[in-house]
C-alpha cells in the first residue's frame, strides 16, 4: 500500500509539476504576445511620427518655395521700376536741357531787339536771372520727381517683401 500511495504521489506530483508547467508555458506565452503587440504599436507610431515628419518638411519647402518666388518678382518690379526711373530722369535732363537752351535763345533775341541800349541791357539781365531761376528750378523739380518717383518704387518694393515675409511667417 506505501508503494501504492508512493506511485500515486509521483503521479500527483508530476500532473501538478505538468499544470504549473502548462501555466509558466501559457504565461510566457500570453507576455510574448503583449511584447509582440507593443513593438507593433511602437513601430506604427514611429511610421506615423515620420509621415507626419516629412509632411511638415514638405509644407515648410512649399512656404520657402513660394516666399522665395514673391521676394524674386518683388526684386524683379523693383529693377523694372529702377529702369523706368532712370529713362524717365533721362527724358527729363533732355527736356530740362533743352528748355534752357530756348530760354538762352529767347534771351539773346530779347536782348538783340531792344532797340535803347540801357533798356536792353537792364531787360536782358532781368531776363537771363529769370531764365537762370527758371532753369535752376525746372532742375530742381526734375530732380524731386526722380526721388519722389525712386522712393514710391522702393516703397512698393519693401511693401512686396512684408507680403512675402507674411507669408513666409504664416500671417
Not at 518638411?57 to 518655395?65: D, F, S
Not at 540801357?118 to 523739380?141: F, K
Given at each position: 500500500?506505501?508503494?501504492?500511495?508512493?506511485?500515486?504521489?509521483?503521479?500527483?506530483?508530476?500532473?501538478?509539476?505538468?499544470?504549473?508547467?502548462?501555466?509558466?508555458?501559457?504565461?510566457?506565452a500570453g507576455a510574448?504576445?503583449?511584447?509582440?503587440?507593443?513593438?507593433?504599436?511602437?513601430?506604427?507610431?514611429?511610421?506615423?511620427?515620420a509621415q507626419q515628419?516629412?509632411?511638415?518638411?514638405?509644407?515648410?519647402?512649399?512656404?520657402?518655395?513660394?516666399?522665395?518666388?514673391?521676394?524674386?518678382?518683388?526684386?524683379?518690379?523693383?529693377?523694372?521700376?529702377?529702369?523706368?526711373?532712370?529713362?524717365?530722369?533721362?527724358?527729363?535732363?533732355?527736356?530740362?536741357?533743352?528748355?534752357?537752351?530756348?530760354?538762352?535763345?529767347?534771351?539773346?533775341?530779347?536782348?538783340?531787339?531792344?532797340?535803347?541800349?540801357?533798356?536792353?541791357?537792364?531787360?536782358?539781365?532781368?531776363?537771363?536771372?529769370?531764365?537762370?531761376?527758371?532753369?535752376?528750378?525746372?532742375?530742381?523739380?526734375?530732380?524731386?520727381?526722380?526721388l519722389v518717383e525712386?522712393?514710391?518704387?522702393?516703397?512698393?518694393?519693401?511693401?512686396?517683401?512684408?507680403?512675402?515675409?507674411?507669408?513666409?511667417?504664416?500671417?
Amino acid at each position: 500500500m506505501i508503494a501504492r500511495i508512493k506511485a500515486y504521489g509521483w503521479q500527483s506530483l508530476a500532473l501538478v509539476l505538468s499544470g504549473l508547467l502548462l501555466w509558466q508555458t501559457l504565461r510566457l506565452a500570453g507576455a510574448e504576445v503583449a511584447a509582440a503587440k507593443a513593438q507593433q504599436a511602437l513601430a506604427t507610431n514611429t511610421a506615423t511620427q515620420a509621415q507626419q515628419g516629412q509632411a511638415e518638411t514638405t509644407k515648410k519647402a512649399g512656404a520657402l518655395l513660394l516666399h522665395a518666388g514673391a521676394q524674386q518678382e518683388n526684386t524683379h518690379a523693383y529693377t523694372q521700376d529702377l529702369h523706368r526711373l532712370e529713362a524717365t530722369r533721362a527724358a527729363d535732363a533732355g527736356r530740362i536741357a533743352g528748355l534752357q537752351h530756348d530760354m538762352r535763345a529767347a534771351a539773346t533775341r530779347n536782348a538783340q531787339l531792344a532797340g535803347d541800349a540801357a533798356a536792353a541791357r537792364d531787360l536782358a539781365d532781368q531776363h537771363q536771372q529769370l531764365a537762370a531761376l527758371v532753369a535752376e528750378g525746372a532742375g530742381v523739380v526734375g530732380e524731386f520727381v526722380g526721388l519722389v518717383e525712386q522712393r514710391d518704387s522702393e516703397v512698393r518694393a519693401l511693401q512686396g517683401q512684408v507680403a512675402a515675409d507674411g507669408v513666409l511667417a504664416g500671417r
